[in-house]
């Protein structure tokens, strides 16, 4: 199935994405709606047993992007569907896939890959528990575990369900995989987006090692690599909700120079007092001198600048977790569920949280690096105010990150708010100075 990859150019980064204004690279079928109005997941023509599973989950009424990608998924089409994270693109993709399976188990049958680890272990749980009375037997197959060990479990528990990241399953190909998803009749992408602009080489190969699967592409972003990938797959392209800006969400920004962009986080977190296991919805909103978030997520560029963020913080007494991939497996299942389960207020974190991940509700989203792709501005502050809630999202601004806020501001088609909030005199400049010389090993434009 090489044919589908060829030579892409690099994407321009601060310009608004030029795939906005253009026309899909391939005329790729729309799914209509069908003309009976569905109401349940009966209606979709999923098995009885999966309709059960489903309502056991509290999942009653399909979803947008339900309603509209299991019947063609079930007819056997190559899908794209595209939908927001928390629009039940999970299910959408799994249901119809154990609907196939049992109707004649064997395994491998599907092929699930994410761009993150968390995301593919997030995909296995849900199939787990949806498909635990039919003995459904999930596998991870992803990066920072015992590879050995894996290669081994999947050798003697034949899954009929893979999900892994591409790295390792591309490691895994000449241990035994590359036999077993040999027969493989479903391959999905999650997040499709970026896995092709990512791991596009480790797609391809684990595209090389199939015969014709059905293909299911998933993501909240239209990009043109991914257009032109599903057109040449002839996917049925599906819309649910698009990544948008939730109406309760008040967007600002704070211009401050580099060499004291750390103090301006430590006012941010500090100034808002995060209220420990607070549990009630917030009041008011985020204009009143009273509104407390409950959560917050804070942003950074790279691995190393999470972990030097994190630990400033932690020298303030911030209570913070962090998550990036290049900590141990261990250190980001810890943080995430910390976060997840309110253990932990704060995460400090590069884009592997900023998509897919299941998260609890989240008041505040802060930009300590503002996004080089507008695109990915969207997807972080969209993790906030969330269902008709509260939040604010506060990008820190210096005087390198001008265009990158103009790009952004191009795309939203609208200007942030100045923050007028803090004052300057209330900078914790000296304790936040302290701080970066007691942690050490700072890069210059962080001091
Ligand atoms: P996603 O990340 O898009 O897969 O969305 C996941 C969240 O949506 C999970 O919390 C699911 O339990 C929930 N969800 C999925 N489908 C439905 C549905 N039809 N009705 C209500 N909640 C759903």
Redesign the pocket.
């Known amino acids: 199935m090489n044919g589908l990859f060829k030579p892409r150019k690099k994407k321009a980064k601060v310009a608004p994405p030029a795939d906005a204004a253009e026309p899909p690279a391939a005329a790729a079928p729309e799914h209509k709606q069908p003309d009976k109005p569905v109401l349940t997941f009966g209606d979709l023509g999923l098995a009885g047993w999966l309709v059960q599973a489903?309502d056991a989950?509290?999942?009653?009424?399909?979803?947008a992007i339900?309603r509209l990608a299991i019947p063609p998924a079930l007819k056997g089409s190559n899908v794209l569907g595209l939908?927001?994270?928390?629009?039940?693109?999970?299910?959408a993709f799994s249901l119809p896939i154990l609907h196939k399976l049992f109707e004649d188990p064997y395994g491998v049958f599907s092929l699930i890959l994410t761009p993150s680890r968390e995301l593919a272990a997030q995909i296995a749980k849900f199939l787990r528990i949806i498909g635990e009375a039919q003995k459904l037997r999930v596998q991870c197959v992803i990066g920072g575990e015992d590879v050995v060990r894996q290669s081994l479990e999947l050798t003697n528990q034949r899954p009929h369900i893979v999900v892994g990241t591409p790295g390792r399953l591309v490691e895994c190909l000449d241990s035994g995989l590359r036999e077993m998803i040999g027969n493989l009749r479903c391959l999905v992408l999650d997040e499709a987006d970026r896995l092709l602009e990512n791991a596009r080489d480790d797609v391809k190969a684990v595209f090389g090692a199939l015969k014709k699967p059905q293909v299911l592409l998933y993501s909240a972003t239209s990009t043109k690599p991914l257009e032109t990938f599903s057109g040449a797959l002839k996917c049925i392209r599906v819309e649910g909700s698009k990544a948008s800006i939730p109406k309760t969400l008040v967007q600002e920004y704070v211009f401050c120079p580099k060499r004291v962009k750390l103090a301006h986080l430590a006012q941010v977190l500090l100034g808002f007092e995060l209220e420990e296991k607070r549990d009630e919805e917030s009041k008011g909103t985020p204009a009143d001198r009273d509104w407390r978030p409950r959560s917050a997520l804070v942003f950074a560029q790279t691995c190393r600048r999470v972990h030097e963020v994190h630990a400033v913080l932690a020298h303030q007494s911030i209570d913070a977790r962090c998550l990036h991939s290049q900590l141990p497996q261990y250190d980001r299942t810890k943080a995430l569920e910390a976060f997840q389960q309110r253990r932990s207020q704060i995460l400090v974190c590069t884009d592997v949280a900023s998509r897919?991940l299941?998260l609890p509700a989240i008041d505040l989203v802060v930009n300590f690096d503002i996004p080089r792709d507008p695109d990915d501005y969207i997807h972080r502050v969209g993790r906030c105010a969330r269902n008709g809630h509260q939040g604010l999202a506060v990008s820190l601004i210096t005087q390198s990150d001008l265009a990158y806020l103009a790009a952004i501001e191009g795309c939203l088609g609208s200007r942030l708010a100045k923050c007028a909030r803090f004052s300057e005199k209330s900078l914790p400049l000296q304790d936040v100075a302290r701080a970066v010389e007691s942690v050490g090993g700072l890069r210059k434009d962080l001091d």
Do not use: F, M
Request: one cysteine or more; a positive charge.
């Open positions: 489903c989950l509290g999942l009653k009424r399909p979803s339900q939908a927001e994270t928390g629009s039940g693109k999970t299910a897919g299941d």
